[in-house]
Nanobody, 114 residues
């Protein structure tokens, strides 16, 4: 049983949008609130890279490749982390992983055909 469960992945045409969600379903609320949260991705044959994250102080950080197209948010009352993706490109094709503190989800596939 995972600490984090991702959902929302799928196949989207270039220029389309997709929303990824992550729920820390087995994590205690106080623990969840204390952690940084983020989304990472790993394309086939490449290393995992940061997509976006929210630091403890509330600031956000985005990879240059997604800045302006993706938006990360968190809802502490629901223990969720959301990644809204717009203007998707084929380069966004990857497995996307949710991160909360030191915990990782199993990943969800996002595919944008060339």
């Amino acid at each position: 049983q995972e600490q984090l469960v991702e959902s929302g992945g799928g196949l989207v045409q270039a220029g389309g949008s997709l929303r990824l969600s992550c729920r820390a379903q087995r994590m205690i609320f106080s623990v969840y609130r204390s952690h940084d949260v983020g989304w990472y991705r790993q394309a086939s044959g490449k290393q995992r890279e940061l997509v976006a994250r929210i630091l403890s102080g509330g600031s956000t950080e985005y990879a240059d490749s997604v800045n302006g197209r993706f938006t990360i948010s968190r809802d502490n009352s629901r223990k969720t982390v959301t990644l809204q993706m717009s203007s998707l490109k084929s380069e966004d094709t990857a497995v996307y992983f949710c991160m909360v503190g030191d915990f990782w989800g199993r990943g969800t596939q996002v595919t944008v055909p060339s």
